[in-house]
C-alpha cells in the first residue's frame, strides 16, 4: 500500500520557519517529480513548490518564491519543504503528492498520491 506521511506541521509566529517532511512508503518515487500543495479554510488547493526526479529541478509559486526551499533524499524515499519567514497567508494544510512525470508540475491533475496533509498556522 503506497503511502504517504507528511509531518512537521505546527504554530508559529509570523516571521519563523517550519520544515515539512513527506516519507514515502509501499513503493519508491526515485523516478518521480515530487509536489507540495496547501489548501486554506474556504480556498482551492494551491501549488507551492515541485521538484523533478533527480532534484535537479524546483520551482516555485510566486507566494512562498524566495522563503522556501523544497529538497528530496531519494535513498530515503523523503521530500521537505523549508519554509522560512513565515506570513499569516501561509496558514493552511499541507500536503505531500507524487506525480505521474518526472519533472514537476503546478497542476494537481499530474499527482497521482497524496498524503493526509499536516496543518501550518503561523500567527500574526
Known amino acids: 500500500q503506497v503511502q504517504l506521511v507528511e509531518s512537521g506541521g505546527g504554530l508559529v509566529q509570523a516571521g519563523g520557519s517550519l520544515r515539512l517532511s513527506c516519507a514515502a512508503s509501499?513503493?519508491?518515487?526515485?523516478?518521480?517529480?515530487m509536489g507540495w500543495f496547501r489548501q486554506a479554510p474556504g480556498k482551492e488547493r494551491e501549488f507551492v513548490a515541485a521538484?523533478?526526479?533527480?532534484?535537479?529541478?524546483?520551482f516555485y509559486a510566486d507566494s512562498v518564491k524566495g522563503r522556501s526551499t523544497i529538497s528530496r533524499d531519494n535513498a530515503k524515499n523523503t521530500v521537505d519543504l523549508q519554509m522560512n519567514s513565515l506570513k499569516p497567508e501561509d496558514t493552511a494544510i499541507y500536503y505531500c503528492?507524487?506525480?505521474?512525470?518526472?519533472?514537476?508540475?503546478?497542476?494537481?491533475?499530474?499527482?497521482?498520491?497524496w498524503g493526509q496533509g499536516t496543518q501550518v498556522t503561523v500567527s500574526s
Open positions: 521538484i523533478s526526479w533527480s532534484g535537479g529541478s524546483t
Open positions: 503528492a507524487a506525480a505521474s512525470r518526472f519533472l514537476g508540475s503546478s497542476s494537481p491533475k499530474h499527482y497521482d498520491y
Open positions: 509501499g513503493r519508491t518515487f526515485s523516478s518521480n517529480a
